[in-house]
């Protein structure tokens, strides 16, 4: 009996090819004809929240495959519970190395914030020409501390280099790197540096990372940036430093909560009504770190190839 992948999302016509090759029925989301008894695998991105409630509908499920390095969208404690194995980007490092675009995204971020880019630009776009009103500052001679010095870690750190900014580095592993200074305890690392970026993973220590107690350790002068997971910040805690003064600015690509199949989880973030009420000092982006052009069609048949290999 052939075993049936439900594609929740979308995915890249090559990718759909070799499926069908390996004699995969594949059936997308909006079949009228699928019989959820019948799904073994799952591909999903970040359009959805996999819940105990929906995967709870598909009992013989075995497989979620996600093309994504984060998991916190999908219940892994109630797969484990099941048995159903996640395959991510995280099992293919070989392919992740030649992916830069959420460091690149975590500069952006870095440079539109420090140089009130997005505020100027809107303003132009509303008929004006007001250079003075805008003056930034540069990142050459800045201070950032890279929280989780992995693999976007070390890819921001080259790019800060090339802006001629000094580096500072936090991890929990002892890592051995001559082109940053790495400091210890993160209370010290975050109250030296005018940028502050986090690249930690989603291991449930991480949780609330950065909360009051640590935000007052921090410079009023700092810009926080996050490219890492929403639920690393505490966001009402984040939003009451930059209202308080205590810290400069957030910019980030990802929120607490996020989902992509309704917007109503929106009005429940701190951070986004902070940005939606006007407050030119948050920056958000929906998640568009990995969202490239170059990378999607590889990262997609990476994993989906790994579910050919588990299911062969």
Not at 256 to 285: A, H, K, M
Request: glycine share 6%.
């Amino acid at each position: 009996m052939l075993d049936t992948l439900l594609l929740l999302e979308t995915c890249d016509s090559e990718s759909l090819v070799m499926l069908q090759n390996h004699k995969l029925v594949v059936f997308t989301a909006d079949s009228k004809d699928v019989d959820r008894d019948s799904v073994n695998h799952i591909f999903t991105k970040l359009h959805f929240r996999l819940d105990r409630f929906l995967l709870g509908q598909f009992p013989n499920l075995k497989t979620i495959v996600t093309p994504t390095t984060s998991i916190d969208h999908i219940d892994s404690s109630y797969c484990k519970e099941r048995n159903i194995h996640i395959i991510s980007l995280r099992d293919t490092q070989d392919i992740l190395e030649n992916f830069s675009s959420t460091s690149e995204i975590a500069a952006w971020l870095m440079l539109s914030i420090s140089r009130n880019a997005v505020s100027a630009s809107l303003d132009v776009k509303s008929g004006n020409w007001s250079r003075n009103e805008y003056i930034g500052n540069t990142l050459r001679g800045k201070t950032v501390g890279i929280v989780g010095y992995g693999r976007l870690g070390k890819q921001l750190s080259r790019i800060c280099s090339a802006f001629g900014m000094r580096i500072f580095a936090n991890d929990l592993l002892k890592i051995s790197d001559n082109s940053v200074t790495f400091v210890e305890p993160l209370e010290d690392l975050v109250g030296k540096c005018d940028f502050v970026s986090l690249h930690v993973d989603d291991r449930e220590q991480n949780r609330g990372l950065i909360n009051a107690r640590l935000l007052n350790h921090f410079s009023p002068k700092t810009i926080l940036i996050n490219t890492s997971r929403g639920f690393v910040v505490n966001e009402k805690d984040l939003v009451s430093a930059i209202r308080g003064n205590r810290l400069k600015g957030y910019g980030t690509d990802v929120l607490e909560g996020e989902r992509g199949d309704t917007s109503e989880w929106l009005t429940n973030s701190p951070i986004w009504n902070e940005y939606q009420g006007g407050n030119p000092r948050v920056l958000v982006l929906p998640h568009i770190g990995g969202a490239v052009e170059e990378n999607i069609p590889t990262a997609e048949k990476a994993v989906l190839q790994l579910l050919v290999e588990r299911i062969r």
